[in-house]
């Protein structure tokens, strides 16, 4: 099945600058790319999400970039705001539901320091 | 209109008890996920229910956890005989269509769990 690989595990950056969250699939058939926030105590929530058809997507601050040749996509965040604080996911899908209908990397703690 | 709704947030349990954890998914919404959170963990896959099809239970850890779902409404997660292990947030996930296929999966704010 597929495995995704999410880094850093942790990420502190000052308020104001950008954060860059990494992840690798390892399923060359895998063609939908979502990103979850999950803020504490709270259910993860979709804050974007990208296709294999397409290289770059972007969303007010938030962009997502797709390497489908390196199986890697990218989550940016830029002008960090102390709201952006809270875990983030990556997802990896070779489509349909079930097991392989979502494979999520462990996440990145985002911490943005005033 | 509501979200998912699941219960209890919180249950704290002794070791060799069962324990019931119930979801209410959007209406509508033919998809529903089950998820374990261990403390600082990723999503890990549980169960998943499309409509009236046999669910996708190859994520169950062990034959201590059952879930059950009666059409497309609410479904209960069901854990015996509990371990000291199995404390975790667990989250339930609906959506319209399967979240592979473009779904947005709308969580709810999960039940905790506590084995002592």
Redesign the interface.
């Known amino acids: 099945g597929e495995n995704v690989e ?1 880094h850093p595990s942790t990420l502190s950056v000052q308020e104001g600058d950008s954060a860059v969250i990494k992840c690798t699939y390892s399923d060359s058939a895998s063609n ?1 790319f ?1 990103w ?1 926030k999950q803020e504490l ?6 804050i974007i ?1 990208i ?1 294999s058809n397409v290289g770059e997507k972007k969303d007010q601050r938030i962009a997502v970039t797709l390497n489908k040749t390196a199986k890697h996509f990218s989550l940016h965040i830029t002008e960090t705001q102390p709201e952006d604080s809270a875990v983030y ?1 990556c997802a990896a ?15 990145t703690h985002l911490i943005i320091q005033p | 209109g509501a979200g ?1 709704s699941q219960s209890p947030s919180n249950k704290v349990t002794e070791k060799g008890k069962d324990v019931e954890l119930r979801c209410d998914p959007i209406s509508g919404h033919t ?1 529903l ?1 089950w998820y374990r959170q261990r403390l600082g ?3 890990e ?1 549980l169960i ?1 229910f ?1 409509g009236n099809s046999a669910p ?1 239970k ?2 169950l850890p062990s034959d201590r956890f059952s879930a059950e779902r009666t059409g497309e409404s609410v479904s209960t997660l069901t854990i015996q005989r509990t371990q000291q292990e199995d404390s975790a947030v667990y ?1 339930c ?1 609906s959506s319209f269509r ?5 779904g ?2 709308f ?4 039940s905790r769990l506590t084995v002592l």
């Open positions: 999410q939908y979502p979850y105590g709270k259910g993860p929530q979709l999400d296709r996911f899908s070779i489509g349909g539901g079930g097991a392989d209908g979502l494979t999520f990397g462990k996440g | 998912v998809a996920y963990q990723g999503l896959f998943y499309q996708d190859s994520g989250l996930a399967a979240g592979g296929t473009g947005e999966l969580f709810g704010e999960g």
